[in-house]
């Protein structure tokens, strides 16, 4: 679980709205932040994660799907380079993996979306757990910031954030995590539907009866 810590924590910063604020603005930036979110109802995105570390020569690499809806139940499906689920629903963390014959299950309480990614926390929440400052806008197409941790726990393991963001669409398109000890984790982001119907059981595991029940 461990290992795909940083591919949850994305949806922290994922919501930005239309609408392009002046380069200095980010006090603006911030309170339309949560406009934005309210009106994520459910989104679909494929993403891809690279991180390299000292340890090995080769990167690290996976990809899979996010599925979310905004009555608490979020779904992680990593499918390279082995499949993974880790789901968010009804209070609950589970995690399948296939490979493996093996299904994890602990409770993580009503409020595990917003308090693990973000969701739902006020504009002051946010600026508690991050100092946030515009960073130099690289690409024309894309706006930068950068978050650094203020928590004790948090700041443990990474050292900075930065999401770069597309002017046309304001959703993230790559996010970079610089952790302790100088590991590096970049995600990209695409984002296939916003506010349509989500595929059917999307949010349930099918987990064999030898292995427990169905989540």
């Known amino acids: 679980m461990r290992k795909y810590f940083l591919v949850i924590v994305i949806t922290l910063i994922m919501f930005f709205p239309p609408g392009v604020p002046a380069a200095d603005d980010l006090n603006v930036i911030l309170d339309k932040i949560k ?8 989104f679909t995105a494929a993403f891809s994660q690279t991180k390299k570390t000292e340890l090995l020569k080769a990167p690290l690499l996976s990809s899979g799907m996010i599925y979310f809806d905004n009555r608490g139940r979020l779904l992680f499906q ?3 380079p082995s499949p993974v689920m880790v789901l968010f ?9 296939p490979d493996l014959s093996k299904a994890e299950k602990r409770y993580v309480g009503a409020g595990a979306v917003k308090k693990y990614f973000g969701l739902g926390n006020t504009v002051e929440e946010l600026k508690k757990q991050y100092h ?14 950068k978050l650094t941790p203020r928590t004790e726990s948090m ?14 669409s304001w959703l993230p398109v790559t996010i970079h995590f610089r ?8 995600i990209t982001l695409d984002f296939m539907s916003i506010n349509k119907p989500l595929p059917p059981d999307i949010f349930k595991i099918d987990i064999p009866e030898e292995k427990g029940d169905v989540f």
Not at 156 to 167: A, F, G, L, P, T
Not at 179 to 186: A, Q
């Open 35 to 42: 406009t934005r979110e309210m009106s994520m109802k459910t």
């Open 78 to 80: 990593v499918t390279s």
């Open 89 to 97: 629903k009804g209070g609950e963390l589970i995690t399948w993996y």
């Open 132 to 145: 946030i400052a515009l960073g130099p806008q690289g690409k024309e197409e894309y706006y930068r910031l």
């Open 155 to 168: 700041a443990k393991r990474i050292e900075s954030i930065e999401v770069e963001v597309r002017h046309d």
């Open 179 to 186: 952790e302790k000890g100088g590991d590096i984790t970049t």
